[in-house]
C-alpha cells in the first residue's frame, strides 16, 4: 500500500475532526443550524424594533434592517471564532495522542465551521431580504469580501494566541467572554461613524472590528461613506496579529501534547 502523504493525511485528520465536530455540535440537536440562522436575526429584529419605536426607519440613508445585519453578522463571526478557536486543541486533547493529529488540526476543522456556518446565514438572510423587496445586491461585493476575510485573519491570529494562554490558564475563556460584551456595543453594529461627533472618533478607532463593519457598509452600500474606516489599519491589524498567533502557536506546539 502506497504511503500517505503529510498533507493526506492532514486532510484526513481534519476531515474527520469535522465530522466529529459537527456531530457534537449539532447532531443532538436537529435546530443546531436554525439558531445559527435565528440568534442575528433576533437581535437585528430587536434592534430594529428599538429604532422603529424611535420614530427612526433608516440609519445613515439605509434601511435599518440592513444596516443591522451588516453589523451584525461580521460581529457574529468573530464572536464566535474566538471561543471556538480558544478552546479547540483543549477540547481534543485526548486526540492528540494519535500520530496522525497534529495540534492545528482541530484549529482548522473549527475555522472551516464557523466560516462556513457565517456563509449559509449570510446568503439564507439576505435572499430572504431580498424576496422581501429589499436591494440585498453589495455595491462592491470584493469590498465586502475582503473586509470579512480580513476580519476572520484577525479572529484566527487572536484566537491561536487565546489557545496557548488557554493551555497555561484555564479561565481565558472566561475573560474572552467578558471582553467581547462591551465589544458588542462599541464596535459599530447599531451605530454608523457619521452618527458620532468626530472629536469622539478616537474611542472607536482603535478598534478593528469598527473598522471593518465601516468599510464593509461602505463597500455595500452607495448612499453610504465611511470618514473613519481604514484598509491600511484593517490590514495591518490582520498581519500583526496573524503572525503573532502563528508564531506564538508554533512555539507551544508541544506544550498541547505534555499538558
Known sequence: MASRSSWQIMCDSVHALLMREIKTRFGTNRLGYFWAIAEPVAQAAVIGL??????RSSVSGISVALFMFTGILPFKLFAKLLPQLSAAVNANKALLAYRQVSAIDPIIARIIIEVSTFIVAYIVIFSVMGWLGFEVIPHDILGVLMASLLLIIIAIGIGLMLCVAMSYWQDTSKIVGMIMRPMFLISGIFFAAT???????????WNPIFHAIELSRDAFFVSY???????????????????LGIVTFYQSRMRFLTT
Request: one cysteine or more.
Open 50 to 55: 428599538i429604532f422603529t419605536l424611535l420614530g
Open 225 to 243: 461613506v465611511t470618514p473613519v474606516g481604514s484598509w491600511l489599519y484593517l490590514s495591518l491589524c490582520a498581519l500583526v496579529s496573524f503572525t
Open 195 to 205: 452618527m458620532i461627533p468626530q472629536q469622539y472618533w478616537y474611542l472607536f478607532t
